[in-house]
């Protein structure tokens, strides 16, 4: 009788989950996922530029860790418009490609304005403050992301097929399947795209750090000017998915099917809602509201907007889940709260990474290191993960990825009070902050995709066929107000532990003001601490209400 080896029996395990895990995702990819997925990619891409943006913010402007909190806030409040703007695709479903071409225009003009800055600092400074124009091209960006990101949600709830190349209806179950495919494989795309621009940044900013500031500035420039290619990514995207369309129209009408049935085959003939004057008129009266509040710079003025966005995604909400059965809305909303109590949590600022650049000497080519192993091991977390994210419940998740992330918060508190001098004292210099990175970055990465896709893929699941882009929007836009809370609330912790980094006058080069980072250790313990506590209290609440989780 033949006996297995260890060896043998290692290698076929791990043959199964590389099967079951990774190959059997590839195996359900279909050519329809195609073009929102180069939508995404292009969303993964535009992080070619943090790298080089956080080190033009920290050397060339004179701006404070409270003010680029508070710019955070402003630059999110966008996505609160994706209410009208879905609402807009499913009114003009079969021109919904020309948002994606107005946001790839917003997304060039932010990134030209960069170049300009970068480029010819002189002309553009005879026209406006560089912190002006830094501010433009920091709100235009996530203007043209939101145009896009709106359509390509959308366009995911119209990849999954209903029927099969011959033209049969798929079943229920195999429709679900497909949208958590689809969903997986969207984080998958914007992860890769964040490989990509790791790969290219690692490269580009080696030993820019000991660089002149002439040559400094020339590489900064040419990182901006290969982001030039993220908005020509999504434009093709929908250029490919009117393509397929039109190919998979002519194959079924080949097949015998008349025009208007291989239209309904391909959910082409979906007949668009009625103008919805609550989500139009409300958005139009937010945008207006929201531009009168940031432009007379009221106090309280963040606080004001945060408040009337809360309002009315909440009364959106009331009134679209009228859509759905008493079950799945309490399950809705359940899930929503949870995921908004988890992303919401306020995070250490900019401060932080300040403190990192000047105490613990990260410089560019080592922060784009990390973001690079932090890149990859996060694709490979959702694969390993993805059983997990199928069998479990998102307040399972949520308590999981709670717990782990204050674990994973623990060695940055404590190279703040000196752990890395200890243990590279122990060790021979070997562990020291920049081994203590990589490995926190290593087991933290994988974490932040997670909790989104089950939350994702049960609403494109949920969506009516009428408003998919709607439905999908409402409860975006209400998970990524959560981001906009975290920005306040990183605002109110700044304001409460001041941290500083150097600023030098760039004429005379004398110091305006001196780095502190004194109170940055209260901070980074306090901020732990709320994001330990807040969502697993929800949890707790949750589960002794009627409103459950998906």
């Not at 080949?254 to 003939?269: I, N, T, V, Y």
């Not at 759905?324 to 992303?343: D, K, S, Y």
Request: glycine share 8%; net charge neutral.
């Amino acid at each position: 009788m033949a006996t297995v080896t260890p060896t043998t029996g290692l290698v076929s395990t791990v043959g199964r989950w590389l099967d079951a895990n990774i190959l059997a995702l590839g195996r359900e990819m279909r050519l329809s996922y195609l073009p929102p997925l180069m939508v995404y990619a292009a969303a993964g891409i535009s992080g070619l530029t943090a790298i080089v943006g956080t080190f033009y913010v920290k050397e060339r402007l004179g701006l404070s860790a409270e003010f680029l909190a508070a710019l955070g806030f402003w630059m999110m409040l966008p996505w609160a418009l994706k209410m009208p703007l879905g609402h807009l695709v499913d009114l003009l479903w079969r021109w919904k490609s020309l948002l994606v071409y107005m946001g790839a225009g917003l997304i060039t003009l932010s990134v030209l304005i960069m170049i300009g800055l970068l480029g010819h600092p002189e002309a553009m400074r005879a026209v406006a403050t560089v912190e002006a124009w830094y501010i433009a091209a920091a709100m235009l960006a996530p203007v043209g992301y939101v145009l896009q990101d709106v359509v390509a949600d959308a366009m995911t709830v119209e990849a999954v097929p209903r029927v099969d190349e011959h033209g049969q209806p798929l079943s229920p179950e195999t429709r679900k399947s497909m949208h958590v495919t689809m969903q997986t494989l969207g984080r998958v795309a914007i992860i890769t795209g964040g490989i990509l621009v790791s790969v290219v940044n690692v490269f580009v900013l080696r030993g820019v750090g000991e660089l002149p500031e002439s040559e400094k500035a020339a590489a900064y420039l040419y990182v901006y000017e290969l982001a030039l290619i993220i908005p020509l990514v999504s434009v093709c995207g929908v250029v490919f998915a009117a393509w397929l369309r039109r190919r998979d129209l002519a194959r079924f009408m080949a097949q015998g099917h008349s025009r208007a049935e291989s239209e309904a085959m391909l959910g082409a003939d979906t007949i668009p809602p009625p103008v919805n004057w609550w989500i139009l008129g409300g958005g139009l009266a937010f945008t207006a509201v929201s531009l009168s509040v940031g432009l007379s710079r009221i106090s309280g003025g963040e606080e004001i907007i945060f408040a009337i966005s809360m309002a009315i995604v909440l009364f959106l909400m009331w009134r679209l889940t009228g859509e759905l059965q008493p079950e799945a809305r309490n399950v809705l909303v359940g899930t929503a709260v949870l995921i908004f109590v988890f992303r919401a949590i306020p995070g250490p600022g900019a401060g932080s990474t300040w403190w990192m650049i000047d105490s613990l000497g990260f410089d560019q080519e080592f922060l784009a290191t990390l973001s690079l192993i932090g890149a990859i091991l996060t694709l490979f977390g959702m694969f390993v993960f993805r059983r997990f994210m199928a069998e479990r419940s998102i307040a399972y998740i949520v308590g999981f990825l709670t717990v782990a992330g204050t674990l994973l918060s623990l060695p940055t508190i404590g190279m703040y009070f000196g752990l890395h001098e200890w243990t590279a004292a122990l060790t021979g210099g070997v562990v020291d902050a920049r081994f203590i990175a990589v490995i926190d970055t290593a087991l933290e990465s994988p974490l932040g995709q997670i909790a989104m896709i089950p939350m994702l893929a049960w609403i494109a699941n949920s969506a009516p066929d009428n408003l998919k882009a709607t439905f999908f929007a409402v409860m975006a836009s209400f998970t990524n107000l959560a981001l906009s809370a975290s920005q306040l609330a990183t605002k109110y912790m700044n304001q409460i532990f001041v941290v500083t980094r150097e600023v030098k006058d760039p004429e005379t080069g004398q110091i305006v003001v001196p780095a502190d980072y004194g109170e940055l250790g209260l901070l980074l313990i306090l901020v732990t601490a709320i994001g330990f506590a807040l969502p697993l209290l929800v949890i707790l609440i949750l589960k002794y209400t009627r409103f459950r989780n998906a």
